[in-house]
Nanobody, 121 residues
Framework: QVQLVESGGGLVQAGGSLRLSCAAS????????MGWFRQAPGKEREFVAS????????NYADSVKGRFTISRDNAKNMVYLQMNSLKPEDTAVYYC??????????????WGQGTQVTVSS
């Protein structure tokens, strides 16, 4: 069982930056690939980024490549999403996820409660 708690969301102007954090409970954190999904109003939830068990591999949605960076600290049971050059279309609730397997698009076994990111134009 893994519990995920996100933080770091907020309101930012277009072109600005935010760093999301996800704190994971449980001793088996290093056994999970981690990632982020997001859901904008009226839209389906979509994949944003993922990172492998050791952090050696990462994957990004085309819409965020070059702007977002995912990282993890297994010693602290933490996952981060650094978001730069934010655009109004990045406005969404961002969810931290955990997946036992490394794959092109994660199939989450666990979800956090979400954190709101709002980018004003």
């Amino acid at each position: 069982q893994v519990q995920l708690v996100e933080s770091g969301g907020g309101l930012v102007q277009a072109g600005g930056s935010l760093r999301l954090s996800c704190a994971a409970s449980g001793r088996t954190f290093k056994n999970y690939c981690m990632g982020w999904f997001r859901q904008a109003p009226g839209k389906e939830r979509e994949f944003v980024a993922s990172i492998s068990w050791s952090g050696g591999s990462t994957n990004y949605a085309d819409s965020v490549k070059g702007r977002f960076t995912i990282s993890r600290d297994n010693a602290k049971n933490m996952v981060y999403l650094q978001m730069n050059s934010l655009k109004p279309e990045d406005t969404a609730v961002y969810y931290c996820i955990a997946d036992l397997n490394w794959r092109q698009k994660p199939v989450p076994a666990y979800w956090g409660q979400g954190t709101q990111v709002t980018v004003s134009s």
